[in-house]
Structure formats: structure tokens, C-alpha cells
């Protein structure tokens, strides 16, 4: 795969699963054998728990948007730094729904093979985003 291929296939995942809220389409863009690697605490780090997570998060945050702002592609891996903004609306990681809007920034590693997704690492900016519910010091209350 060149790095346009692999681009290509992040960017469909983005637009899919959460731009469309298609968390179905998981079962068709990752591997049966995809390992999370930095899996939620209690997320099982296969695809299912991947699928779970994801419908958690859309669920709490209904209005979603992500946004592509750097991406480097290079043999069979891409990383992506992504902005992720919606409004809070249900509860997420045990914070009961805030109504607030937040904007937080997500490091995604992603490795592809014969295109489909096989490994992920994600490093969000969990903190910030506490802060910004009112779940951590530092923020409105």
C-alpha cells in the first residue's frame, strides 16, 4: 500500500464511523484480529470493544465533528492528529452529561493491512477534556 492508499483508508474511517455515525461499519474496516492498544479502562482491546467505545463516545457527544489536522503516512502506518468537538450530551467515562461543548485534540496510531485497520494506538488529551466538563480542576463549574 503507498501512503495515498493509506491515507485514503483513514480518512474513510474517520468520515464513516463518526462523521456518519456508522459504528456498524467497524465490523467491515477493522481486522478479526485488531488489537487496541491503549484500550478505555474495562474496554476489551478487539474489535468489539473498539465498536462499543466508539458508540459510547458518540452517544455522549451526539453532535460529534472530527477534523484531520496533521497526518503522516509512512509503510504500513498512519498518524493522525485529530481535533474531535461536540456538545456533552450523556454520559462519558462516569461524567453525567454536561451540556457542555468541548474541543479536544487525539493522537491516533493506525496500522493497516490489506486495507483494513489491524492495530491502533490513540492518546487523547483525556485531561483537557475533564477540564472542560468540569470533571477535573481548571475548568468552568
Partial sequence: MNVNELRKLNT????????RRNVDAIDEL???DFVEHTPAPGQDTGKQG???FIGQALAAFP????????EIAEGDTVATVVRFTGTHQGEFAGV???????????ID??????????EHWGLPD?????????????GPR
Fill in 12 to 19: 474513510h474511517f474517520f468520515d464513516e464511523v463518526f462523521r
Fill in 30 to 32: 477493522l481486522s478479526d
Fill in 50 to 52: 473498539a465498536k462499543e
Fill in 63 to 70: 453532535d460529534m465533528d472530527v477534523e484531520i489536522e496533521h
Fill in 96 to 106: 453525567p452529561a454536561t451540556g457542555r461543548k468541548v474541543s479536544v485534540y487525539f
Fill in 109 to 118: 496510531v493506525t496500522r493497516y493491512r490489506d486495507g483494513l485497520c489491524t
Fill in 126 to 138: 483525556i485531561g483537557n477534556l475533564m477540564v472542560q466538563l468540569g470533571a477535573a480542576p481548571g
